[in-house]
């Protein structure tokens, strides 16, 4: 069965500062993959995907991501963290069997953003 | 392209009851999926909607839950005999026909069961 580890629950940068997130899956196939945001009360919002090809991945608000094989990881990235981007960040593996599609979650990630 | 609406945005019950829930996808998408989130988790995968037809069902979606896409457009959640345990956001989500999996959100319906 497949699975999501995203090993920080919480990390506190400063703006202006550089991010990374990180997302180690579990999957016996080649994986799409996922990464979503959750401001407080709200649902989620597609940062990014990967399907296929290129390994680096560019999202939304400046987000990128970098499937890597070898490590079984996709991290996200931002050069610039901007206080506005304080919120949940989930990773997530999407199986699609033909005629079953569901996502797998990890716990998330909270991000803080210290002026 | 409106999105994904939920409603209610927020349910308030007592134990035992019964509550239903709407979703509206976006209007071109023919799947829907419903998943649930509790409190410092990942969403968790309920059940999965092609068309009208539900194709997969989650462990988690015990008898006392049913969901039911009637004419392939929105879709209904019930939860009967509700118990506190049922407390969790419940979020909706859709994606269009064709290969890729990725899943647009609504706002969600959080439960409270007192």
């Known amino acids: 069965a497949q699975s999501v580890t995203q090993p920080d629950i919480h990390i506190t940068v400063s703006e202006g500062a550089s991010l990374e997130l990180r997302c180690n899956y579990s999957?016996?196939?080649?994986?799409?993959l996922f990464w979503y945001v959750q401001s407080p009360g709200q649902g989620l919002q597609l940062l990014l995907k990967?399907?296929?090809?290129?390994?680096l991945v560019q999202g939304i608000k400046g987000f990128e991501a970098e499937f890597k094989r070898s490590q079984s990881s996709f991290n996200l990235r931002k050069p610039s963290v901007h206080w506005s981007d304080a919120a949940e960040y989930f990773c997530a593996v999407g199986t699609y069997t033909g005629t079953a599609s569901k996502l797998t979650f990890g716990t998330g990630t909270r991000l803080q953003v210290t002026l | 392209d409106t999105g994904v609406s939920q409603n209610p945005r927020h349910k308030i019950t007592k134990r035992g009851q019964n509550v239903t829930f709407r979703c509206d996808p976006i209007?071109?998408?023919?799947?829907l999926y419903w998943y649930r989130q509790t409190l410092g988790q990942g969403p968790e995968f309920l059940t999965y909607f092609q068309n009208e037809a539900q194709l997969e069902k989650s462990r988690l979606l015990s008898d006392r839950f049913s969901a039911e896409r009637p004419k392939g457009s929105f879709s209904t959640l019930e939860i009967q005999r509700t118990e506190q345990g049922d407390s969790a956001m419940y979020l909706c989500a859709s994606s269009p026909r064709g290969g890729g999996n990725e899943q647009y959100f609504g706002p969600g319906t959080r439960l409270t069961v007192t």
């Open positions: 209007s071109e998408h023919n799947r």
């Open positions: 990967y399907f296929s090809g290129d390994t």
């Open positions: 999957y016996g196939a080649t994986p799409y």
